[in-house]
């Protein structure tokens, strides 16, 4: 059986793996059969060996330091419903509707659910199978009844006829509204207590989203093997997706081609793949709910000197935001390292060019605290894991942008995945 330790130890050879794998389980991870994919795609293997999921020892002490922060800022409790907070710390998996769900977290005493009835079972086996436990009290309500009767009453039984409580930032109007109409109750941000247990990642977390990021490189890596003139962005994207199934996981990836690539989000317009147009892709996917995010640039056949001359001021960018990140220093001083490049090689001032942030934080989102932005004076910490992406967006023309994803270390910085070395060979080999 593998373990934690297996996986912390063995995450940096698991590429290579991809390609050892056996074939029958290759072929059980794509739903298109496996004589018509491109040779380049038909090639890869699963990338799950080793990969081990986060445990619920790990979550509750996810919960314990939550209650300490609570405990330091005066908040009674934390509100969670449905979304990526919840499962970070509760394991419970649960999708948004008009219907409040809430795991309420007290900072003493056993944590609860408010639940509809009619999901009160389905609730009841997640809680008990988490870290919350068997302890975790369910309270269920009718369709006619007001949950926040129950949460009054909870909290009551608590001791906390009077509380203030943290409802986290994804948590919606509604159900905030809700519990800040209960009397005695005043409604927080909960951003303070959920980021700060979220934006440092240890050991397993960052294992798990190196890994994401080498199977979205090489399923970049092999889409773009299978590239062909004639081909549409929606081709290409289909590419991409079903090269990450063959490496065992759901990913995808937005593509722009030639003017549009201009575009930092891209457009909906039906795009072509011709010799000669540049591309513009951007995308990733989850390992065990941790998220890769990656941007390639490159050009089918040969670039102009132009996208030469802009692809090495956004390599040196993109180094430099990497050179400028370390404990310590604030996170708005990486955004300001890769802009003054870009502006100092004439594409400014300021946002003209160069339309973005730097970067922002990941972790099971895509897009977390903190944020590698102007005006962001927090400093960097070892564990914090960002977005490296400078992006160079000519209207009219192209767009050029690298994105890697970046942990803090003790020292500096270092990225996920190799950065690409050039247009044309955008994965140096």
């Not at 795609?41 to 020892?57: E, F, K, T, Y």
């Not at 003139?229 to 996981?249: C, I, N, R, S, W």
Request: glycine share 10%; net charge negative; hydrophobic share 40%.
């Amino acid at each position: 059986m593998s373990t934690r330790r297996d996986f912390l130890g063995t995450s940096s050879t698991l590429l290579a793996g991809a390609l050892v794998a056996s074939p029958d389980t290759a072929l059980a991870a794509t739903t298109q059969p496996p004589s018509s994919l491109p040779p380049a795609i038909r090639a890869l293997r699963p990338m799950r060996d080793g990969v081990v999921p986060i445990s619920v020892a790990e979550r509750q002490g996810r919960l314990e330091k939550a209650k300490g922060l609570m405990r330091d800022q005066r908040i009674d409790a934390l509100m969670l419903t449905g979304g990526t907070s919840m499962e970070y710390f509760t394991g419970i998996q649960w999708g948004l509707s008009e219907r409040l769900l809430a795991a309420v977290i007290p900072v003493r005493g056993a944590a609860f659910l408010i639940t509809p009835k009619f999901e009160e079972e389905r609730a009841m086996e997640q809680a008990h199978l988490g870290p919350l436990g068997r302890e975790a009290e369910v309270l269920a309500w009718e369709e006619h009844e007001n949950p926040y009767d129950l949460l009054r009453s909870a909290l009551a039984s608590r001791g906390l006829s009077t509380a203030t409580i943290a409802a986290e930032e994804t948590v919606r109007f509604m159900f905030a509204d809700g519990a800040a109409h209960v009397p005695g109750v005043t409604v927080v941000s909960g951003t303070p207590i959920t980021a700060g247990c979220r934006m440092v990642k240890d050991a397993h977390e960052l294992a798990l989203m190196r890994h994401a990021s080498a199977v979205t490189l090489l399923a970049y890596e092999a889409a773009y093997r299978s590239l062909k003139e004639g081909m549409t962005q929606d081709d290409f994207e289909q590419l991409v997706q079903l090269a990450h199934q063959q490496l065992g996981y759901s990913g995808s990836a937005g593509v722009q081609v030639g003017k549009y690539s201009a575009l930092p989000h891209g457009s909906a317009t039906p795009q072509v793949v011709r010799e000669g147009s540049i591309l513009l892709i951007d995308g990733g996917c989850k390992v065990e709910g941790y998220s890769s995010d990656i941007s390639r640039t490159f050009v089918l056949g040969k670039a102009t000197q132009r996208m030469k001359d802009v692809f090495e001021i956004e390599h040196r960018a993109q180094s430099a935001a990497l050179a400028a990140a370390k404990p310590g220093v604030p996170c708005e001083a990486v955004d300001a390292a890769a802009r003054k490049v870009i502006v100092e090689a004439g594409f400014g001032p300021d946002y003209k060019f160069f339309s973005h942030r730097v970067g922002h934080g990941m972790g099971m989102d895509g897009h977390e605290w903190p944020y590698l932005v102007r005006g962001n004076t927090l400093p960097l910490r070892p564990g914090m894991v960002f977005s490296d992406e400078p992006g160079i967006y000519i209207p009219g023309e192209f767009g050029i942008r690298l994105e890697d994803d970046m942990v803090i270390t003790e020292n500096g910085a270092e990225l996920f995945t190799p950065q690409s070395p050039s247009l044309e060979q955008p994965f140096g080999r």
